[in-house]
């Protein structure tokens, strides 16, 4: 079981990305979801979440530029960022608490997994 992540790419400052992070495997199905990013010198940080039950929240730096969103049919999350801006360069993470059946003996299991990140830059 893991976590792909895709999109990220060079884009100038104004611009848009979208990220996506597919889970694959013997999945069941995804509880909470998120997006971090970690510049260089900097701690990761959070960047946006949908719990389980439906809540979203995002941080302050992207509140209105940056959106969210999961498809849960294709165990798929997406991170829509628009007017962006060159602060927003960093690695992007995903994260998901997935539900999958273990390879060891089938049993249904729970575990937070991270992507493998995408580097977005953003030129001024």
């Known amino acids: 079981v893991q976590l792909q992540a895709s999109g990220g790419g060079l884009v100038q400052a104004g611009g848009s990305l979208r990220l996506s992070c597919a889970a694959s495997?013997?999945?069941?199905?995804?509880?909470?979801i998120a997006w971090y990013r970690q510049a260089p010198g900097k701690q990761r940080e959070l960047v946006a979440g949908?719990?389980?039950?439906?809540?979203?929240n995002y941080a302050d730096s992207v509140m209105g530029r940056f959106t969210i969103s999961r498809d849960n049919a294709k165990n798929t999350m997406y991170l829509q960022m628009n007017s962006l801006k060159p602060e927003d360069t960093a690695v992007y993470y995903c994260?998901?608490?997935?539900?999958?059946?273990?390879?060891?003996?089938?049993?249904?299991?729970?575990?937070?997994?991270w992507g493998q990140g995408t580097q977005v830059t953003v030129s001024s």
């Open positions: 495997g013997r999945i069941s199905g995804i509880n909470d």
């Open positions: 949908i719990s389980w039950g439906g809540s979203i």
């Open positions: 994260n998901a608490e997935v539900r999958y059946y273990s390879d060891y003996d089938g049993s249904l299991t729970l575990h937070k997994l």
